[in-house]
């Protein structure tokens, strides 16, 4: 299965309410990034955070890593329905080679 | 952050022509540069690893005579599609790996073949 998997798989909420997705991986990484992608289009780099680091903020963003569970999360505040994307985690193993996971579908109402 | 340029962002082209798809790094040297395809409401899947001056490395089910990749320096990468089919349709995207082992994805490339 897929090193990186997101939990969950799609997600539906109100604007200004919270979103969080989970990534679990299975192998030792070096860092793990988050990425957005709206529909049809590339992608949009959020977040990277060291395997050292444990949690880290941008912005609305809020990013945890737990190495010894092998699991992140991305935590989305205020969501907006630009917010309205699918999300993905990467995980770097391997010197710069990114496994995906599957993705969240984030829906934002207005 | 470092920045990757990927050229052309769509392209759409004939069933059997070649399509060719560049993959630049504008602010940093990139030895290692990844490609990768992502089928409709799919995740991204590794194709090859490139690596400067020496010859892509495969995963495995990419077929390396269809899918062509140059490196031929630190700062481009190139991909083309060989006689392009309509099931080659699909996203394709670049990723350099920098001085510090982090990768930098490009855009993206919308490949239509027709």
């Known amino acids: 299965s897929q090193q990186g998997e997101e939990d969950p798989q799609a997600l539906s909420i109100q604007e200004g309410e919270n979103a969080t997705m989970n990534c679990s991986y299975k192998t030792s990484i070096n860092n793990l990034q988050w990425y957005r992608q709206n529909s049809g289009r590339g992608l949009v780099h959020l977040i990277l955070i060291r395997s050292n680091e444990r949690e880290k903020h941008s912005g609305r963003l809020r990013v945890t890593l737990d190495t010894s569970k092998k699991s992140s999360s991305l935590l989305i505040t205020a969501s907006r329905a630009a917010d309205t994307a699918s999300y993905f985690c990467?995980?770097?193993?391997?010197?710069?080679?990114?496994?995906f996971g599957d993705g969240t579908t984030l829906t934002v109402k207005p | 952050g470092a920045v990757v340029s990927q050229h052309p962002s769509r392209v759409i082209c004939k069933s059997g022509t070649s399509v060719k798809i560049e993959c630049r790094s504008l602010d940093f040297q990139a030895t290692t540069m990844f490609w990768y395809r992502q089928f409709p409401k799919q995740s991204l899947m590794l194709m090859a690893t490139?690596?400067?001056?020496?010859?892509?490395?495969?995963e495995q089910g990419v077929e390396k005579d269809k899918f062509l990749i140059n490196h031929a320096s630190l700062t481009l990468s190139t991909l083309t599609v060989t006689s392009a089919h309509p099931e080659d349709s699909s996203f394709y995207i670049c990723?350099?790996?920098?001085?510090?082992?982090?990768?930098?994805f490009g855009q993206g490339t919308r490949l239509t073949v027709v």
């Open positions: 990723s350099a790996r920098g001085q510090l082992f982090e990768a930098f």
């Open positions: 490139s690596n400067e001056g020496s010859k892509a490395t495969y």
């Open positions: 990467a995980t770097d193993e391997n010197a710069g080679k990114s496994t």
